[in-house]
């Protein structure tokens, strides 16, 4: 299947940063006139512009301006229970401190997220903006608004989950914005998203209704399906929600699943090698291809595999870590663990078939197998294998949790019974075997492994949590399972600090050098966090100083 490329549309599209501020992002150049948008060329190569930048994750900005690493994984794994930062003791410390609740707001991860997001933001704008006065075909304008929409949302999105209230902008910023606009309340901003993605999903055509060349652009079931996931973080995170319910989580992915136009993968080991890039379980996934440059603007590749490769093999780095807590919560034979990890104590360290030294290993003694390569790619910051954002077995999760929610406990259970009857008939990795690169190592009998989930009450609800802790492990989604369900602080304080201590069950397994970024864990996240419904602590980063100082915005609570 042909990937759809994403590339910097035209000097239309050009952004210029005023005074170090990452708000300021107006549209220049002479194309930038009333009729641009009514040539249809012109609309795809504006629209392909906003993907350009979930693409963009490391190198040059439009404006030229420097952009470092901004993975969800910094958040979604490392401040968690189910990663480690990894690497070398003292490399990155800035990822140290996000997660043990000690960075300041001159913070270089929250500054690249925010630039990120908003660069995002600024250019759905732009082409919302255009393609409403456009005079081509209607049904093309329709899918392109949708395709703008929908991206809109997704920064929105990307932003207000890091950061909390932020600034909304639903048109290009004006000079007159700067330093007059201020945070919105998460609520409105939530209200917003809601809004894009409701009319997105109304726009957007079904995944089977796009060709081949354009398979990767948004779609109607990716944009209920991250409006389910949304609603999911905002019932459990929005202090001011009175409108969003379990039941509208519910109605989104039922309407994602009766589509049929997603299917479960047979084999879960498959999922994560790059001949799958796009399968019918790719609810939405960023793209990216083979180019001739390691950095961006020219890449069309990502440095998101780099991060988390396997250093001693040229591979990687050694970032995020998986943990012991992660491991030991697989159920004895379930195969979907040699997918998560590798190491040298596991299997014998074996990956792709090749029997791998570990002579640098740091953080923990496994690396992420979903982030693993089989080959050093022709630029090592710049491979071609997606990231799979939605995949749909999380809809199916999504909506057991929703089921469960809404009184439906054996509709819940079901669900469950499908990821995990699929998992049970999965075979290991591939490469599993040494001298092999295939999938022939499979379980012996797998009949007595991962039995059907009979619980019910809070049971059946935990029981969900930890289908979506092993099923989704290392995907950027246990921090915000954990914040939203209100179990952040307890599982992190448990796992970063006191398990390190004393008769701890790690106690010796972590260097000093990285244990003191976690001492008084709890007060430190605590301090460092909004106010949730139910009491939940919900954690966010710094608004970059130049925002704070230059946009007069609010900063949050602890920096």
Known sequence: MKKLKYYFASAALALSVSSCNFLDLTPQGAENSENYFNALDNAIYAVNGIYDMLQLDEGNGPDGQWVGGHFDFFLGDMTSDDSEKGSDDTDNIGLLRIAGGTAASSLDQAESFWIHGFWGVSRANYCIEGLEGATFDSAMRDRLMGEALFLRAYFNWYLVRMFGPIPLFTASVQPSDFGTVGRSSRNEVYAQIAEDLLKAADLLPTRSQYSANDMGRATKGAAQALLARIYMYQIGTDPDNTTVNWTNVYNLTDAVIKSSEYRLLSNYAMIWETENDNSAEGVFEIQFGNGSEEYAPGSIGTNFYQYQGHRDSGLGWNFNSPTHDLVNSFEEGDPRLSSTVYGETFNEGILYGERMKYETQKGSPWLSRKAALPEVPSFARAADRNIRIIRYSDVLLMHAEAAYYTNKEEEARNMIEMVRDRA?????????????????????????????????????????????????????????????????????????????????????????????????????????????????????????????????LEQNPGY
């Not at 790690?506 to 419904?533: E, K, T």
Request: glycine share 12%; with cysteine; proline share 4%.
């Open 424 to 552: 049970r008939n999965s075979t290991y990795c591939m490469g599993y075997a040494e001298g092999k690169k295939d999938y022939s190592a499979a379980p012996a009998d797998a009949s007595g492994i991962l039995p059907r989930v009979t619980a019910s009450g809070n049971d059946l609800l935990l029981a969900i949590w930890q289908e979506r802790r092993v099923e989704l492990a290392m995907e950027g989604h246990r921090f915000y399972d954990l914040v939203r369900t209100g179990r952040f602080l307890a599982n992190m304080t448990k796992e970063k600090e006191t398990e390190r201590q004393g008769n701890g069950v790690y106690a010796g397994l972590y260097s000093d050098a990285v244990n003191q970024y976690f001492s008084g864990i709890n007060g430190n996240l605590s301090a460092r966090c909004l106010n949730g419904p139910n009491g939940h602590a919900v954690y966010v980063l710094p608004i970059p100083l130049k925002e704070v100082q230059g946009y007069g």
